[in-house]
């Protein structure tokens, strides 16, 4: 009786078993190049280049977010396309919501109800009195100092004339986001403008 394999010495292999080997072997080299896509793939995160233009807002009641500066990413697990976008650059969080109003309500009193929203977020927030601002796409609205979860900023509210929706956009740095990061930040908050000019 030959014991050889017994002792540790492998059988000799055909041609099936060196079938099998190699596509063992593939399959390693195929699931290691492909964790990298797979996290890429599952990733939150979705670069946004410069210049590029969000809308909010269905149809002809639509407005305008212009993206300044480069390396901001989309947070896409707190987005809904239309409605609001979560984007994030070195520190500085900033999201822009369509808000559609049930009345054709006065911008003093939406800029209480944003004061409402930022508390339920954390109860310590804490929203600046508004003052007048025009953004770069001519659009009109009320802007105020805004300090939420540890970090500060700007909250801005956009309303068109006679339209029954706004547009709000809250700007947060982290202690020690860079100033290119947060000047960034504030032009893109600016860059608002409404479907058809409406400012």
């Known amino acids: 009786m030959d014991n050889t394999s ?5 059988p000799p292999q055909g041609p099936r078993d060196r079938r099998r080997i190699v596509a063992i072997a593939l ?13 890429l793939a599952l990733s939150d995160r979705e670069p946004v280049r410069q210049g590029t233009v969000l809308w909010l807002g269905p149809g002809r009641e639509s407005a305008a ?3 300044v500066g480069d390396g901001w990413q989309v ?3 707190e987005s809904d396309p239309d409605v609001s976008y979560a984007l994030s650059l070195d520190g500085v969080d900033l999201v822009a919501r369509y808000v559609a109003l049930a ?4 911008a003093r009193r939406l800029w209480a109800g944003l004061g409402r929203v930022q508390s339920v ?3 310590d927030s804490r929203l600046g009195g508004p003052r007048p601002v025009t953004s770069s796409g001519g659009a009109s609205g009320l802007t105020g100092a805004l300090a939420r979860d540890g970090r500060a900023g700007t909250a801005t509210l956009w309303l068109p004339p006679g339209a029954s929706y706004a547009v ?5 740095a982290k202690p020690g986001a860079g100033p290119r990061a947060r000047a960034d930040a504030s032009a893109t908050a600016r860059s608002v403008a409404f479907l058809g000019g409406g400012s």
């Open 6 to 10: 017994a002792l540790g010495h492998p």
């Open 27 to 39: 399959g390693m080299v195929t699931l290691t190049a492909g964790w990298p896509l797979i996290g």
């Open 65 to 67: 977010l212009r993206i």
């Open 75 to 77: 947070r896409k697990a």
């Open 103 to 106: 009345s054709r309500t006065g």
């Open 121 to 123: 977020a954390d109860q």
């Open 168 to 172: 709000e956009v809250t700007v947060l």
